[in-house]
């Protein structure tokens, strides 16, 4: 695997594989890699020529200093897992590679960035953008995987490429869960044995709402899903929303959407922990 740390070097070695025709398959990560991110690269590489994935824990899409501070960083092991699964190129910036400068970039996120996580992580989805733009102008590829764990990130990405004509493809992928049915997570590092276990109510709760959705009201489950919360003290609910998949806007009735997703947020212990299930599409 070769690994490149500066942009200009890793440029001029994908230059001559992109003006050959071949394809390109990027997977963008903070590292802390774990099964989830192996099964995109391995995705990746049944679909293209060449498979690129990047490492960098971007300081500006934390919103708190301390997620930033205790973020998992794993990078010798890293390196390991991505040799074993044939990796062809890594790339791992530092800082100042990415950002010389202060960036000042905005976009237009037609309010996809002020709901679900934008309302509790201000600055997140434009620190995500800024970011992923530029490793796409970096290595050009030609399909980016995304894992649909972080689907709001997912969508986001996906109109932000379109709507910048960044000619990438958005391949978006299941999420990979542990034998409980928590989401893989690089946070997931963070949980003690105990919390990683009492983790599991997310999907659980996820999978409680599949078998009720379209028959029980939305506002019958939310108030059950609160009240189960509020019982439980190892996890603190932050929210729960059923939204169309497009708009993200919140729904109230059923009939409202033909495609429908629920997300949730909670804090396990002082983790923060996300998920999500599509109901209907
Ligand atoms: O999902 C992540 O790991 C990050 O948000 C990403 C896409 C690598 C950007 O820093």
Redesign the pocket.
């Known amino acids: 695997m070769k690994i490149f740390q500066a942009s200009n070097e890793i440029k001029d070695y994908l230059f001559p594989i992109l003006k050959d025709g071949k394809s390109i398959g990027f997977v ?3 590292g802390a890699l774990h099964e989830g991110h192996l099964s995109l690269i391995t995705e990746a590489k049944e679909e293209n020529n060449l498979v690129v994935c ?1 490492i ?1 824990v ?1 300081p500006i ?1 934390f919103n708190n200093k301390e997620d930033l501070k205790k973020y998992p960083r794993t990078h010798e092991t890293d390196i390991q897992k991505l040799k074993s699964i044939n990796c062809d190129v890594l790339f791992m910036p530092s800082e100042e590679e990415m950002y010389p400068e202060a960036p000042t970039e905005t976009f237009d996120f037609e309010g996809l960035n002020k709901v679900l996580e934008g309302k509790f992580r201000p600055g997140h989805f434009e620190g ?1 953008t800024i ?2 733009k530029r490793l796409f102008e970096i290595v050009n590829p030609t399909k980016a995987y ?1 894992g649909i764990k ?1 689907y709001q ?1 997912m969508l986001i ?1 996906h109109n932000q490429v379109k709507k910048l004509g960044l000619g990438v493809e958005i391949v978006p992928c299941s999420i990979i869960r542990e034998e409980n049915g928590l989401a893989m997570s690089s946070r997931n590092e963070l949980l003690s044995p105990v919390e990683r276990k009492q983790a599991s109510i997310l999907y659980e709760t996820l999978k409680w709402v599949k078998i009720r959705s379209g028959f029980a009201t939305i506002e019958e489950i939310k108030q059950q899903i609160r009240l189960q919360f509020k019982k439980n003290k190892f996890v603190e609910l932050e929210y729960f929303e059923i939204v169309d998949m497009y708009t993200l806007k919140s729904l109230n009735r059923w009939a409202e959407s033909n495609n429908i997703i629920a997300c949730i947020a909670a804090n396990v212990g002082n983790v923060r922990l996300i998920d999500n299930i599509i109901l209907f599409s």
């Open positions: 963008p990560t903070m990047s960098f971007n899409q995500v970011v992923v995304f972080d990130q990405i």
